[in-house]
């Protein structure tokens, strides 16, 4: 049909026309590489399947907390049902997290800023100054009374947390020790104290199924290796997805948690079923995994 109009107006012998013409060619050609140009924007921003879009934990019960993850699969937001922030993690372009700010009732209560060398290890929070130790793969300081030590694995997650206050009255001392013991890239066994806190004590077993928030959470875990390593007491950090959750001896308490994997071949729902003495107590749904392209509820 073009060529036949392109001839038509040369037959016709009229310059004008040919002008004319050749603006809507020229015009033509200008849509088709605007719309080129809209196809490739497009296709930057394509969603990623395998990467996590949010993750509802206790859904539809008084504890449920949701997870939310940018486009490149880190989380950036815990919120609860209602969308109120209870913390949210700011990032710098090499994916470190620079801030870390928590909630209560919409307002902020604590607030971490963090910077990094250009090696992406931790100089400071909130001013504190950190000291790395490349041979032992170790954060460490001492200032004043206050001695701190953090020693990671290769994942840049902790394997030993200890801080320790040392006041002149031997009673008035403070201390807080965890142990982290990993297999496989799979934490086994956590266990710790503090003096103004209870002991701690959780046992875990994995499936063989991946575990997807290991990487959506990478940067986060390695800030809570330090601000707060309790965090690590739902096993998490592990490459693997857990099946079987378990306390300090004598506790009566263990989980046993069952796997729905979706027809892509993921981790759709992680269901928990509550055991007291060996015996069933109640079930519920422990997470529920939404991906890159999922319809959220």
Known sequence: MKSKIIASACLSGSNQEITRVGKKIILLFTIIITLLSCSNDDSSTTVNPNLLKRVDFYPGTTFEKRWNFNSEGLVTSITNSDNELIESFVYDANN?????????????????????????????????????????????????????????????????????????????????EFSFQYENGNLMRMSGFGTNSSDVEVNFNYSNVVNPLKFATLPVLKIKSILEPNFFNSGISSNNTKEYQSYALGDPESHSFGILINPSNKIELLSQENYSNGFFESILTNSHYYYQGDVLP
Request: charged share 20%.
């Open 96 to 176: 470190n997290i620079v801030q870390d700010i928590k909630y209560s009732l919409g307002s902020p209560t604590e607030n971490y800023l963090i910077t990094y060398n250009s090696n992406n290890k931790i100089t400071s929070i909130n001013g504190k100054q950190y000291n790395y130790s490349v041979s032992e793969n170790r954060y460490y300081y001492t200032a004043g009374n206050e001695s701190f030590s953090c020693d990671l694995n290769a994942d840049g997650i902790v394997t030993h947390y200890l801080n320790f206050s040392d006041f002149p009255d031997e009673s008035d001392d403070v201390q807080t």
